[in-house]
């Protein structure tokens, strides 16, 4: 009864690499969404995926993120060209409908680091 | 713009009293609430929602009270255990909604 499996846990990285973090959802979820935890802040909505489609990228910075969920494997969030900015807790989480008022599972976060 | 705010960034209580979080909203759409509790090095898990028809709901050792006048809600525990340290964010969302938005969390420490 696996929940929200997240990879890498922690991810170092130096200005100009490209991160790319991988979410596994519960199983029977189709709904995949990817928060952003700054230093001392709360967590930011960045985008909301189902199965192949992109539904709200809203939260997302324009340049260098992108993300996907295939229709097999994980989601997986992009960051190309990092910079000192990006470092931050991502954290992915799913649900079995796309509605916020059903609790989100939410995964144990990859903690970012760009030197 | 921070719509959900947490002006606490930290309480402390003593084992077996109450513990108090407070939370405020400014987005009038909001119309339902959740807690989630975090823990270090996990990602948080939910605790307690509310929806705006209700002022209040219970779930055993937790309450959660919403004055949507005030545009303010509080979670309470009570008795407070040692396990209930960490960090609580509030967060709200509107009717057919499926993004939430967060507090900046309190961290709870409940001594012994």
Known sequence: NAGVMQNPRHLVRRRGQEARLRCSPMKGHSHVYWYRQLPEEGLKFMVYLQKENIIDESGMPKERFSAEFPKEGPSILRIQQVVRGDSAAYFCASSPTGWANEKLFFGSGTQLSVL | ?112
Not at chain 2, 49 to 73: Q, Y
């Open chain 2, 1 to 112: 713009d921070q719509q959900v705010k947490q002006n606490s960034p930290s309480l402390s209580v003593q084992e077996g009293r109450i513990s108090i979080l407070n939370c405020d909203y400014t987005n009038s759409m909001f119309d339902y609430f959740l807690w989630y509790k975090k823990y270090p090095a996990e990602g948080p898990t939910f605790l307690i929602s509310i929806s705006s028809i209700k002022d209040k709901n219970e779930d055993g050792r937790f309450t959660v009270f919403l004055n949507k006048s005030a545009k303010h809600l509080s979670l309470h525990i009570v008795p407070s255990q040692p396990g209930d340290s960490a960090v609580y964010f509030c967060a709200a969302s509107g009717s057919n909604d499926y993004k939430l938005s967060f507090g900046a969390g309190t961290t709870v420490t409940v001594r012994a």
